[in-house]
T-cell receptor, first 111, second 113 residues
Framework: EPEVTQTPSHQVTQMGQEVILRCVPI?????FYWYRQILGQKVEFLVS????????KSEIFDDQFSVERPDGSNFTLKIRSTKLEDSAMYFC?????????FGPGTRLTVL | KQEVTQIPAALSVPEGENLVLNCSFT??????LQWFRQDPGKGLTSLLL?????REQTSGRLNASLDKSSGRSTLYIAASQPGDSATYLC????????????FGTGTRLKVLA
């Protein structure tokens, strides 16, 4: 079965630093998503991306966040100046016809 | 605004029991519903996907049903095993827009040997 991959699996950073989380979606998928899950809480939608632009974003996705698809295969989430409350598991997903496939997640720890 | 609720929040059962996990959603206009399993500190493992036009899906000991009109889905696990211990999440996708998933808070299952 095709799979979504994410790197790194775990990222530790200092508060105020920039981080980039990387995802490689399934190759023929056109819709891409980022979700996050703070420890002990539900998985929350952050942003969706289609046709090289953001198609929807949640209230969480403020100016500190950005996404891009720099080279036609990777899909990245950048957090410009990390805060303690950004510590969470970040999941990337891609969708073909109907089903979203989720990556294994990147655990971000902000110290 | 779609809201997804899962009951119970936690469940502890002896090995071998059949059990039912519940998921309810407030907006019946869904595109599909997916059940996931999540082990502590790990990612999301897809278990079953039910399209809005389907009533149920089965995979091994798992059976998921969908009743869109009442805003409910159930995940039935037959002959539970200690290895089934995990958190089970349901997620619903809207019929329009970006088809993003809205997740429930999950049911934490513990199967005792």
């Amino acid at each position: 079965e095709p799979e979504v991959t994410q790197t790194p699996s775990h990222q530790v950073t200092q508060m105020g630093q920039e981080v980039i989380l990387r995802c490689v979606p399934i190759s023929n998928h056109l819709y891409f998503y980022w979700y996050r899950q703070i420890l002990g809480q539900k998985v929350e939608f952050l942003v969706s991306f289609y046709n090289n632009e953001i198609s929807e974003k949640s209230e969480i996705f403020d100016d500190q966040f950005s996404v891009e698809r720099p080279d036609g295969s990777n899909f990245t989430l950048k957090i410009r100046s990390t805060k303690l409350e950004d510590s969470a598991m970040y999941f990337c997903a891609s969708r073909g016809v109907s089903r979203q496939f989720f990556g294994p997640g990147t655990r971000l720890t902000v110290l | 605004k779609q809201e997804v609720t899962q009951i119970p929040a936690a469940l502890s059962v002896p090995e071998g029991e059949n059990l039912v996990l519940n998921c309810s959603f407030t907006d019946s206009a869904i595109y599909n519903l997916q059940w996931f399993r999540q082990d502590p500190g790990k990612g999301l493992t897809s278990l079953l996907l039910i399209q809005s036009s389907q009533r149920e899906q089965t995979s091994g000991r798992l059976n998921a049903s969908l009743d869109k009109s009442s805003g409910r889905s159930t995940l039935y696990i037959a002959a539970s095993q200690p290895g089934d211990s995990a958190t089970y999440l349901c997620a619903v996708s809207a019929t329009s827009g970006t088809y993003k998933y809205i997740f429930g808070t999950g049911t934490r299952l513990k199967v005792l040997a």
